[in-house]
């Protein structure tokens, strides 16, 4: 797998992914969780901090990452199912962490919906641990 920055010409096959890979991306009844206008805010916010991995030119994962002069967040970290258990979700989150690093972050939190519970050792695995915070979120 090569981790490079999202491209263009990636927005297709980062949308198919996304719908494939995150159930909340599909339901087309809750458009706030909308990939298309996932990637565009991206683009219009740190867009050197959205990757791709691509592996036999092929988009197979992908990870954003933002950082505010406090703390990084890791979002969408995704590898289509068939090239799961590969190490490529592992690769990138690693990109994303260096990329964070080289800005001077100290810290990167990321956040997993309750209904994925199950993703919670991944994130252990590579040296994640639950914090014990309650998060609160508001639409706007």
């Known amino acids: 797998m090569i981790v490079r920055t999202f491209e263009a010409g990636d927005r297709d096959a980062v949308i198919a992914l996304w719908r494939d890979v995150f159930p909340e991306y599909a339901d087309a009844s809750r458009p706030q969780r909308d990939p298309a206008l ?4 991206k683009l219009s916010t740190q867009p050197e901090l959205f990757f791709v991995g691509v592996v036999d030119g092929v988009v197979a ?3 954003m990452c933002g950082y505010d002069g406090h703390r990084g967040w890791v979002y969408s970290l995704a590898v289509c199912r068939s090239f799961q258990g590969r190490g490529f979700g592992r690769r990138l989150m690693l990109h994303a ?10 810290k990167v939190n990321l956040q997993v919906l309750s209904v994925r519970g199950e993703l919670v050792s991944f994130y252990e695995r590579m040296g994640y641990r639950v ?7 508001k639409r706007l």
Do not use: H, K, M, Q
Request: glycine fraction near 12%; charge should be negative; aromatic fraction near 0%.
């Open 131 to 137: 914090d014990d915070v309650v998060s609160l979120g």
């Open 97 to 106: 962490e260096a990329a964070l690093a080289r800005l001077g972050c100290p």
């Open 38 to 41: 996932s990637i565009a805010n």
């Open 61 to 63: 994962g992908t990870v």
